[in-house]
């Protein structure tokens, strides 16, 4: 009778605390659809706004946040945000179950500097959203997501431009790139800031094989297919160079989006970022 009594007093616990998170961290998960909505662009001088999801396919909670990100790109339902989505596969749910094939060791890295900048004591987690590199909450939980890009928005920024120059090698899917940021102007009051450029992929899927999402078919939006630093700021805030990418040759260029954005070195913050999409190669004559 008494290990039946504390059987029932543990479960207890766990559904309070299971409440409680929830309430706390996550509120209720996104239900919306990914992909069914009419595809809306930002507002014409809308404010770029970084939206990075920590996110595996080994995790069950993970596809409604997945699914959020894919409507905040596809939609942009913040006035006067330009939302620019990078879905980071972390790769410590990876096991014989399941293999995440777009999970990285570097992302979980990435995640790892947040979880210390923002001082998390509970360590990471997925899904994880972080908005700008300035505020962060579950992955699934909307209305944080629209208050953070809301607020990430009226930020200053640093602005930053990039030009696609030809294919150096059409054959070879590289491509030539010109980056441009500053000046800083009061967007940035000293110190050191990186500028990081990504390459995202739209369209992406995956149907489960094993592990916690065993049996589904999972889609994802924004998924960084490449993750590099290629500069600091300088002493004036400005930054310039020109780039030569290498594309997948399994990536689909169609959905190819280059991004460019500068983050605070210390703090993590996002100062400023812009994104173009990958366009074709001119044809050869």
């Given at each position: 009778?008494?290990?039946?009594?504390?059987?029932?007093?543990?479960?207890?616990?766990?559904?309070?605390?299971?409440?409680?998170?929830?309430?706390?961290?996550?509120?209720?998960?996104?239900?919306?659809?990914?992909?069914?909505?009419?595809?809306?662009?930002?507002?014409?001088?809308?404010?770029?706004?970084?939206?990075?999801?920590?996110?595996?396919?080994?995790?069950?909670?993970?596809?409604?946040?997945?699914?959020?990100?894919?409507?905040?790109?596809?939609?942009?339902?913040?006035?006067?945000?330009?939302?620019?989505?990078?879905?980071?596969?972390?790769?410590?749910?990876?096991?014989?179950?399941?293999?995440?094939?777009?999970?990285?060791?570097?992302?979980?890295?990435?995640?790892?500097?947040?979880?210390?900048?923002?001082?998390?004591?509970?360590?990471?987690?997925t899904p994880q959203m972080v908005v700008d590199g300035s505020a962060q909450f579950v992955g699934s939980n909307e209305r944080a997501a629209m208050e953070a890009i809301a607020k990430a928005a009226e930020n200053p920024e640093i602005p930053v431009t990039i030009e696609q120059g030809g294919d150096s090698d059409p054959g070879a899917g590289n491509v030539r790139l010109h980056v441009q940021v500053g000046p800083a102007g009061g967007a940035h009051t000293g110190?050191?800031?990186?500028?990081?450029?990504?390459?995202?992929?739209?369209?992406?899927?995956?149907?489960?094989?094993?592990?916690?999402?065993?049996?589904?078919?999972?889609?994802?939006?924004?998924?960084?297919?490449?993750?590099?630093?290629?500069?600091?700021?300088?002493?004036?805030?400005?930054?310039?160079?020109?780039?030569?990418?290498?594309?997948?040759?399994?990536?689909?260029?169609?959905?190819?989006?280059?991004?460019?954005?500068?983050?605070?070195?210390?703090?993590?913050?996002?100062?400023?970022?812009?994104?173009?999409?990958?366009?074709?190669?001119?044809?050869?004559?």
């Amino acid at each position: 009778m008494r290990a039946s009594f504390l059987a029932v007093a543990f479960f207890a616990v766990v559904l309070l605390s299971i409440g409680f998170g929830r309430s706390m961290w996550g509120g209720v998960p996104y239900a919306g659809p990914a992909g069914t909505e009419p595809e809306r662009a930002a507002d014409p001088g809308a404010h770029p706004v970084i939206v990075e999801l920590f996110t595996s396919e080994g995790c069950s909670d993970c596809p409604p946040a997945d699914r959020l990100l894919a409507h905040l790109q596809r939609t942009q339902p913040v006035p006067g945000a330009d939302v620019i989505a990078l879905e980071e596969h972390v790769d410590y749910w990876n096991s014989q179950a399941w293999i995440d094939p777009f999970s990285s060791a570097q992302f979980t890295s990435r995640q790892s500097d947040y979880v210390h900048a923002f001082r998390l004591s509970s360590g990471p987690y997925t899904p994880q959203m972080v908005v700008d590199g300035s505020a962060q909450f579950v992955g699934s939980n909307e209305r944080a997501a629209m208050e953070a890009i809301a607020k990430a928005a009226e930020n200053p920024e640093i602005p930053v431009t990039i030009e696609q120059g030809g294919d150096s090698d059409p054959g070879a899917g590289n491509v030539r790139l010109h980056v441009q940021v500053g000046p800083a102007g009061g967007a940035h009051t000293g110190g050191r800031a990186d500028v990081v450029l990504a390459i995202t992929e739209d369209g992406l899927s995956s149907n489960v094989a094993g592990g916690e999402n065993a049996g589904a078919h999972l889609e994802h939006a924004g998924t960084v297919r490449e993750l590099r630093s290629i500069g600091r700021l300088d002493a004036s805030g400005s930054f310039s160079t020109d780039q030569k990418v290498n594309l997948g040759h399994h990536w689909k260029r169609d959905n190819l989006r280059i991004v460019v954005f500068v983050q605070d070195h210390s703090s993590l913050a996002v100062l400023g970022a812009s994104t173009i999409h990958l366009s074709l190669p001119a044809k050869q004559s």
